[in-house]
Each structure stands twice: as C-alpha cells, then as structure tokens.
C-alpha cells in the first residue's frame, strides 16, 4: 500500500483528473448555454459520438488533428441546427426530440464508422503542450501545464463563459431569452435567433468534447466511446446551477472521482470491474438528488416560445 | 386542443409522411454509403414480408417492442419520459432467469407465473426507483433512467458473467458469459412450428387491450393522464402526483421487465448478452409512432419489428450496416415530434404554403389567433 500512497501516483491521479473533466466541461458549457436560453438539448451524447467519430475520421484520413477539431465543430454546429428546426421551429417536445437526435446521431456514427473504417485503427492524436515555465513547477506543473490543446480550451472556456454570460449583452439576451422570453421579444431579441444560436454553439461544444475522446485521448474510435458522458454533461449542469463555476467544480469532482476509480484497477485492488465502471453513473443520480431546486433553473426551460399567446 | 379534431386518418397521413421524410433523409446516407437507397429499402421493406420466416421473425420482434411500447405509453401519458427501458428490460431477464433456474423442479403451472412475476417486478422496481427519485427528489427522470441504464447492464453483465453463469461453461471451460438454460417446461410454447414465433405475442396483444382499459376506463388510468395534462392542474384537483409518477414509472419498468421475461422464456431460454437489442428505444418509437395510444402501438410495433427484420435482411443482402435502422428511427422520432406542429396547428399548413409560395400570410395569422 506504500506505492499506491506515493506522491508520483497521487500526481498522475490528478492529472489525469484534469485532463478527463474536459469532455464533462465542453459539453456541459455548451448545454449551459442552450438551457440558458431556455431549451433542453437532451441529444448531447448523439452529438458527442458525432463528433468523436468526425474528429478520428478527418485525422485518419488528413493525418491533422487540427483538422479533426474543425471538422468535428461542423458536424456539431449541424446537429445544434437539426435540434433547432425540430424544438425551436416547429416547437417539438423538447425531451423526445432530444433522445431522437441522440438515436439519429448514435446510429449515424456507428453507420459511418463500419461503412468507413470497420475495425480497430489507431491515430495519432493531439500531443500534450509543456506551457514553458509553468510546467517547471513541482507538482502544479505536471497536474496543470502539461495537457493537449483541447484540456487548456475547456478550462479557459470556464471564466470566458462567466463573462460571455453576464458581462455581454449578448449573453444578456440569452439570460432574458431563457428567463422572460415575452418581455425579451417585447424589448426587440429575437426569441429563435438566440435559441439557434445557443443550439449551434452547444452542438459545436459538444461535438468538441465528442473530439477530445478520439483524438485527445483514445487516440482510437470505438463503439459507444462516449459512455453516456453527454448525460452526465447534462447532469452536471444541473449540479453546476447553470454557472460556468459550478460546472466547473461539478466536472472537477466527477472526473477526479473517476480518475481515482481507474487507479484503483490499474493497481489492481481487488474490486469487480463492473461495480467500479458503474460509480460514476451512481455518482451523477446522488448529484442530481442533491442539487435539486428548481429556483435555480431559467424559467422558460423546455417551453417552446409561442409568440401572442399571451396577454 | 385542436388533437380532438384529428381525424386517426389524418394523423395516420401525418405519420406516414414523417416516415417518408425519415426515409428519404435516410437515403441520403445510403447513397453517401454508395448504395442503392432503392434496393436497399426495397430488400428492407419486402424481405420481411417476402415469406413465412420473415414474417414470423417480424412477429418476433414484434412482442418486446410492444410490450416496451405500452410501458412508454403508460409513463409518457403521465408526462414521464422514460428512457430506462434497457436497462428495465435487462432487470426483467435477470429477475426471471434467477427464479427459473433456481426452481427448477417446481411444476409449470406454478413457475410459469412465478417467473413472470418475478420478471414484472424486477422491472418496476428499477422503473419505480426513478419514479421516485422525480417525486420526491425532482431528479429529471430521463438523466436518471439513462444512468439506470448504463448501472443496470453492468450488473446484468457482472452476473452472467460471475454469480449466474452456466455452470457448464464453467466446466468446459468456454467461459461464455450466459445463464443456464431455464428448465423447457417453462419455455413458451412455439405458435408456428419451425419458427421461432411464441405464445409471447399472445400475451401482449391482451395486455396492450388491457393497458388501454386502464388508461381510459379506470379512475386510477384518468388520474394519471391528467397528472401527464398537466401536474399543478391535477394537484389542485387533489390528485396525489407524487405517487402517481412512482406508480406509473413501476408500471412502465413492468412491461419493460415482461418484454425481457418473453425474450427470455420465449427465445433464448436463458440470460446472455446482448438480450435487450436496442428494444428500449425501438420501444419509444414504436410508442410515439403508436400516437402513445395502446392500441395504435400495436400496428406500430409491428411496422418497427418488420423494419427490424428488414434492417439484417439489408445488412446480408446489400452490405449496409445494421446500425441504419438506428439513423432511420432517431430521424422517425424527429419527424414525428415535428410533425405533431402540424397537428397542433391546423392553419401551419396553409401559412407555410402561402410563406413559400411568397404570398401574404399576415391575414391569416390574425384569424387564427382569434379562432384559439
């Protein structure tokens, strides 16, 4: 037990915590952003496998990682538009539509993936990027300053949420959108060009977060690669009470909790693989139960905007 | 408002032409999968009607998909939407498989019931754990039936892998993760010789007539429709919602838990992998391809386990992935819950004619706002 309580383990734990929150952390940003606004995008994980397969494929066909981002980006910002015409539009059940969307983009992936690759092909995915000096500091240093690109955009995109959010007026607009969607248009926003608009991001976002699984991380692409991190994404937004901190924080614990998990059968602590695997899905219903409240939520979540109806 | 002057032909011509738009956007794919969307709907669309085993194979299909379908009727009709079905499937196989090998010498007439029972709750108890986390702790129930899910399947895997494996593939060495065959006195009888179509069907044709008796001609079935109309209207109305959002979670995981008690008793005999087969969300198709009324989700059922069917008939015939089948029903899903604007909307119709047509609308609109 000395080993497993040694600082050079108890660094990669945290590390490696750092680098999983990205995935929660784009996806959870992106859905702040839509749910702010106030619609559901329950279709998060279908667009996560869109993305993560986009992203592998642009890489192995291109040999550019970088490629692989800006492809995944556009079949994300597609699948927000699809969300979009369905919930905005023509004002569909936003929780159906969003598990339509899911089904559309799990079939999709895993369509694309047998027709065009079939089996197990590895990438050469992002490298990590020492930040100079920084990643000299002991411990910090290699638990914060020695990640890919993509772990570095999702932790910036924490506080430039916060201030996309509430210092600009475009996020004024999504605030007011998602809270007061008849005073919003009384005041001349227009209620669906925010709500595309958040859709789109979010699907961009989510795509990214799809990304980083195939080549920020796996370096491979595999069947159900995204395991349900697009729910818990969703989940964490929850948890976080729509700011970008308390996702931040949401993320941070899940990920570290699960970093934890598989040092524990990395050193092969005697516990059954499938109880381990299921901890982090226990842990997203126990956060669900607990940060329940409703106070916190934008008023007109998940209510299609009918204009004229009222008054 | 408006649903009530649907005609069932109307909304039949809605629901057709969603699958047709699902279809053609689908066709998309097949021709970016440099297939032939032609014969390739065309091996999907008759290969299940072509002869006797694709038929019966159809029918197969057909009884989890219903019987999933009904549980989605039930929860979605009470505002829950409920995406737990795998993994309540998976509780219902686990649960029925266990009492069937462990009583083995119990005669029929007795283990029968005792299975389906076992099954049945099995399921509603994971159903009922969700139900109850929305009542009182308002966790929103599809993240909590997703994370059921991916907890159920672990377990469902742990135990036909450990504590429930056949013991022969233990002996033999082959490690197979699979159950023990239940014992055959239990196995549902086949209803065509030769096929693997069984006595399963029967059963959920009655319980879909049954669930439409309760649903719309018991008080209990009207109190939890109105729950689903509308939660703060039913409570002024002295509606208990709390425990009618547990109840109808427990009753959506019991037809989901049969639906894995059928697979079990009446095709494979034991638990193994893979046993739920995406049924879960074929389910929910089936179900708002049904309009969520029980026994529209009969034909409905049908129609998506004759797609099914088709979908590996087109896998061995034209080479498409299976997985096909999953783009085509996530893309019916979003037609149908855009289609509903239609519906909804009588006068949509019109204005979106007149918008393309570039003609003026404004007339209309103000019209229609003082009709509603």
């Known amino acids: 037990?000395?080993?497993?309580?040694?600082?050079?383990?108890?660094?990669?734990?945290?590390?490696?915590?750092?680098?999983?929150?990205?995935?929660?952390?784009?996806?959870?940003?992106?859905?702040?952003?839509?749910?702010?606004?106030?619609?559901?995008?329950?279709?998060?994980?279908?667009?996560?496998?869109?993305?993560?397969?986009?992203?592998?494929?642009?890489?192995?066909?291109?040999?550019?990682?970088?490629?692989?981002?800006?492809?995944s980006l556009a079949i994300g910002a597609l699948m927000g538009l699809i969300m979009a015409f369905v919930s905005v539009t023509f004002k569909a059940e936003q929780g159906i539509s969003g598990i339509g969307l899911y089904m559309f983009g799990w079939g999709l992936s895993g369509l694309l993936f047998r027709l065009y690759v079939g089996g197990v092909t590895s990438i050469d995915g992002l490298k990590p990027i020492a930040i100079p000096m920084l990643s000299d500091i002991p411990l910090i240093g290699q638990v914060l300053f020695n990640h890919n690109v993509l772990v570095y955009t999702a932790f910036l995109l924490v506080p430039l949420s916060g201030i996309i959010l509430y210092k600009t007026s475009w996020g004024l607009n999504v605030r007011a959108v998602g809270n007061k969607p008849e005073a919003a248009d009384t005041l001349g926003v227009s209620?669906?060009?925010?709500?595309?608009?958040?859709?789109?991001?979010?699907?961009?976002?989510?795509?990214?977060?799809?990304?980083?699984?195939?080549?920020?991380?796996?370096?491979?692409?595999?069947?159900?690669?995204?395991?349900?991190?697009?729910?818990?994404?969703?989940?964490?937004?929850?948890?976080?009470?729509?700011?970008?901190?308390?996702?931040?924080?949401?993320?941070?614990?899940?990920?570290?909790?699960?970093?934890?998990?598989?040092?524990?059968?990395?050193?092969?602590?005697?516990?059954?693989?499938?109880?381990?695997?299921?901890?982090?899905?226990?842990?997203?219903?126990?956060?669900?139960?607990?940060?329940?409240?409703?106070?916190?939520?934008?008023?007109?979540?998940?209510?299609?905007?009918?204009?004229?109806?009222?008054? | 408002m408006s649903s009530k002057h649907n005609g069932v032909f109307k909304q039949i011509i809605v629901l057709l032409l969603a699958l047709l738009g699902a279809l053609l956007v689908g066709a998309l794919f097949l021709i970016l999968a440099k297939s032939d969307p032609i014969k390739a709907y065309g091996v999907m669309f008759s290969g299940p009607l072509g002869d006797k085993f694709g038929i019966t194979e159809t029918l197969v299909r057909t009884v989890p998909l219903l019987l999933v379908g009904l549980g989605i009727v039930i929860s979605f009709r009470s505002g829950i939407i409920n995406i737990g079905a795998e993994g309540q499937i998976l509780a219902g196989a686990i649960g029925a498989t266990a009492v069937g090998t462990s009583l083995s010498d119990v005669p029929a007439m007795i283990l029968l019931p005792a299975?389906?029972?076992?099954?049945?709750?099995?399921?509603?108890?994971?159903?009922?754990?969700?139900?109850?986390?929305?009542?009182?702790?308002?966790?929103?129930?599809?993240l909590s039936t997703v994370m059921l899910n991916q907890i159920a399947l672990q377990l469902y895997l742990f135990l036909i892998r450990g504590p429930l494996i056949d013991p022969k593939e233990v002996s033999y060495g082959t490690g197979v993760p699979q159950t023990a065959l239940i014992p055959e006195q239990i196995w549902l009888s086949r209803l065509v010789p030769g096929t693997r179509i069984h006595s399963g069907l029967i059963f959920a044709l009655v319980l879909a007539v049954l669930v439409y008796i309760f649903l719309w001609k018991t008080s209990r079935g009207y109190r939890l429709r109105a729950v689903g109309?509308?939660?703060?209207?039913?409570?002024?109305?002295?509606?208990?919602?709390?425990?009618?959002?547990?109840?109808?979670?427990?009753?959506?995981?019991?037809?989901?838990?049969?639906?894995?008690?059928?697979?079990?008793?009446?095709?494979?005999?034991?638990?193994?992998?893979?046993?739920?087969?995406?049924?879960?969300?074929?389910?929910?198709?089936?179900?708002?391809?049904?309009?969520?009324?029980?026994?529209?989700?009969?034909?409905?059922?049908?129609?998506?386990?004759?797609?099914?069917?088709?979908?590996?008939?087109?896998?061995?015939?034209?080479?498409?992935?299976?997985?096909?089948?999953?783009?085509?029903?996530?893309?019916?899903?979003?037609?149908?819950?855009?289609?509903?604007?239609?519906?909804?909307?009588p006068d949509s119709i019109v204005k979106l004619k007149a918008k393309f047509l570039g003609q003026k609308w404004i007339g209309e609109v103000g019209s229609k706002w003082k009709d509603s």
């Not at chain 1, 929850?238 to 040092?263: E, K, N, T, V």
């Not at chain 2, 299975?115 to 108890?125: H, L, P």
């Open chain 2, 229 to 345: 109309a509308g939660s703060e209207a039913a409570r002024y109305a002295g509606i208990k919602v709390e425990w009618y959002l547990v109840l109808a979670m427990a009753m959506a995981g019991g037809m989901a838990g049969l639906a894995g008690v059928v697979e079990v008793t009446g095709v494979h005999h034991r638990s193994l992998e893979g046993l739920s087969a995406g049924y879960g969300f074929s389910g929910i198709v089936a179900a708002l391809f049904g309009r969520l009324h029980p026994l529209g989700t009969i034909p409905a059922s049908i129609l998506f386990g004759a797609l099914l069917v088709g979908a590996d008939m087109m896998q061995r015939a034209v080479n498409i992935p299976a997985a096909m089948i999953m783009v085509i029903q996530g893309l019916v899903v979003l037609f149908v819950v855009s289609s509903d604007y239609f519906l909804r909307n």
């Open chain 1, 1 to 71: 037990m000395e080993g497993f309580m040694s600082i050079d383990i108890f660094i990669i734990i945290l590390a490696t915590g750092v680098r999983l929150a990205t995935p929660f952390l784009l996806a959870a940003l992106g859905e702040m952003f839509v749910q702010r606004s106030g619609v559901y995008n329950l279709g998060v994980e279908g667009i996560m496998m869109m993305g993560a397969f986009a992203g592998f494929f642009a890489t192995l066909q291109q040999g550019s990682p970088l490629l692989g981002i800006i492809v």
């Open chain 1, 191 to 311: 209620v669906v060009k925010i709500r595309y608009q958040c859709l789109i991001v979010g699907g961009m976002l989510a795509a990214l977060a799809g990304a980083f699984l195939t080549i920020g991380q796996a370096n491979m692409y595999a069947d159900n690669i995204t395991a349900g991190r697009g729910f818990i994404a969703i989940a964490l937004v929850y948890f976080g009470r729509w700011s970008p901190w308390g996702i931040l924080l949401g993320s941070l614990l899940f990920s570290m909790a699960d970093s934890f998990q598989s040092m524990v059968q990395v050193l092969g602590i005697n516990f059954p693989y499938e109880l381990a695997v299921i901890l982090p899905y226990m842990v997203t219903i126990i956060a669900l139960a607990i940060s329940y409240g409703r106070v916190w939520a934008p008023a007109a979540l998940g209510k299609p905007y009918e204009r004229g109806t009222r008054g």
């Open chain 2, 115 to 142: 299975v389906f029972v076992a099954g049945g709750a099995c399921g509603a108890i994971w159903g009922g754990i969700a139900g109850w986390l929305k009542a009182r702790l308002s966790v929103n129930e599809i």
